[in-house]
Protein backbone atom coordinates (compact mmCIF):
# COMPACT_ATOMS: atom_id res chain seq x y z
CA UNK A 1 0.00 0.00 0.00
CA UNK A 2 1.41 3.34 -1.18
CA UNK A 3 1.62 6.10 1.71
CA UNK A 4 2.42 9.84 1.44
CA UNK A 5 2.47 11.39 5.07
CA UNK A 6 3.57 14.93 5.35
CA UNK A 7 4.31 16.36 8.73
CA UNK A 8 5.52 20.02 9.75
CA UNK A 9 2.60 22.19 9.28
CA UNK A 10 1.20 24.57 11.57
CA UNK A 11 1.17 28.49 12.47
CA UNK A 12 4.02 30.72 11.72
CA UNK A 13 4.14 34.76 11.71
CA UNK A 14 4.96 36.50 8.81
CA UNK A 15 8.92 35.96 7.99
CA UNK A 16 9.37 32.76 9.77
CA UNK A 17 10.37 29.60 8.74
CA UNK A 18 9.25 26.38 8.94
CA UNK A 19 9.80 22.39 7.50
CA UNK A 20 7.19 20.40 5.69
CA UNK A 21 8.44 16.56 5.65
CA UNK A 22 6.90 13.62 3.11
CA UNK A 23 7.64 10.21 4.30
CA UNK A 24 6.58 7.70 1.21
CA UNK A 25 6.21 4.10 1.21
CA UNK A 26 5.20 1.54 -0.47
CA UNK A 27 7.09 3.24 -3.76
CA UNK A 28 10.27 2.83 -4.75
CA UNK A 29 11.09 6.17 -4.10
CA UNK A 30 14.03 7.07 -6.11
CA UNK A 31 11.99 6.88 -9.28
CA UNK A 32 10.05 8.95 -8.49
CA UNK A 33 9.94 13.21 -9.21
CA UNK A 34 8.47 14.44 -5.65
CA UNK A 35 6.68 16.97 -5.94
CA UNK A 36 5.33 19.84 -3.44
CA UNK A 37 1.83 21.53 -4.40
CA UNK A 38 -0.49 23.76 -2.36
CA UNK A 39 -4.26 25.16 -2.15
CA UNK A 40 -5.36 28.25 -0.67
CA UNK A 41 -8.57 28.71 0.35
CA UNK A 42 -10.80 29.83 -2.83
CA UNK A 43 -7.88 29.00 -5.11
CA UNK A 44 -6.30 26.17 -7.46
CA UNK A 45 -3.87 24.33 -6.41
CA UNK A 46 -0.55 24.87 -7.47
CA UNK A 47 2.76 23.31 -8.02
CA UNK A 48 5.20 24.94 -5.28
CA UNK A 49 8.45 22.84 -6.11
CA UNK A 50 9.00 19.58 -7.32
CA UNK A 51 12.61 17.73 -7.89
CA UNK A 52 13.63 14.56 -10.10
CA UNK A 53 15.41 11.75 -8.95
CA UNK A 54 18.50 12.70 -10.51
CA UNK A 55 18.17 16.22 -8.02
CA UNK A 56 16.66 19.07 -10.60
CA UNK A 57 14.34 21.36 -9.31
CA UNK A 58 11.27 23.51 -10.31
CA UNK A 59 10.04 26.11 -8.53
CA UNK A 60 7.00 28.56 -8.36
CA UNK A 61 8.04 32.06 -9.14
CA UNK A 62 7.11 33.65 -5.70
CA UNK A 63 8.91 31.48 -3.24
CA UNK A 64 12.09 31.09 -5.31
CA UNK A 65 14.69 32.37 -2.97
CA UNK A 66 12.65 31.36 -0.12
CA UNK A 67 11.77 27.22 -0.24
CA UNK A 68 13.91 25.22 -0.45
CA UNK A 69 12.49 21.37 -1.69
CA UNK A 70 14.99 18.12 -0.86
CA UNK A 71 14.89 14.77 -0.65
CA UNK A 72 16.50 11.79 1.16
CA UNK A 73 16.22 8.68 -1.61
CA UNK A 74 17.51 6.71 1.71
CA UNK A 75 14.72 7.51 3.84
CA UNK A 76 12.08 7.90 1.35
CA UNK A 77 11.63 11.78 2.63
CA UNK A 78 11.13 14.64 0.79
CA UNK A 79 11.40 18.27 2.25
CA UNK A 80 10.49 21.74 2.13
CA UNK A 81 12.33 24.21 3.94
CA UNK A 82 10.16 27.23 4.10
CA UNK A 83 11.54 30.31 4.97
CA UNK A 84 10.61 34.09 5.17
CA UNK A 85 7.19 33.02 5.26
CA UNK A 86 4.22 35.52 3.66
CA UNK A 87 0.65 35.75 4.44
CA UNK A 88 -0.09 34.88 0.93
CA UNK A 89 1.60 31.24 1.69
CA UNK A 90 -1.16 30.41 3.48
CA UNK A 91 -2.63 27.28 2.77
CA UNK A 92 -3.20 23.51 2.48
CA UNK A 93 0.11 21.80 1.33
CA UNK A 94 0.27 17.95 -0.04
CA UNK A 95 3.00 15.86 -1.35
CA UNK A 96 2.72 14.26 -4.74
CA UNK A 97 5.18 11.21 -6.42
CA UNK A 98 5.29 10.87 -9.74
CA UNK A 99 6.90 7.71 -11.50
CA UNK A 100 8.95 8.48 -14.29
CA UNK A 101 8.28 7.06 -17.99
CA UNK A 102 5.18 5.51 -16.81
CA UNK A 103 1.86 7.29 -15.68
CA UNK A 104 1.17 6.84 -11.99
CA UNK A 105 1.04 9.11 -9.45
CA UNK A 106 0.60 9.56 -5.63
CA UNK A 107 -0.63 12.30 -3.33
CA UNK A 108 -0.41 12.87 1.17
CA UNK A 109 -3.58 13.85 2.88
CA UNK A 110 -1.87 17.74 3.19
CA UNK A 111 -0.45 19.77 5.77
CA UNK A 112 -2.06 22.74 6.92
CA UNK A 113 0.19 25.98 6.99
CA UNK A 114 -1.28 29.54 8.53
CA UNK A 115 0.98 32.60 8.24
CA UNK A 116 -0.71 35.36 10.70
CA UNK A 117 0.41 37.80 13.07
Known amino acids: QVQLVESGGGLVQPGGSLRLSCAASGITFRLYVMGWYRQAPGKQRELVAS???????NYEDSVKGRFTISRDNANNTVYLQMNKLKLEDTAVYSC???????????WGQGTLVTVSS
Open 96 to 106: KARRIFIEQEY
Open 51 to 57: MAPGGST
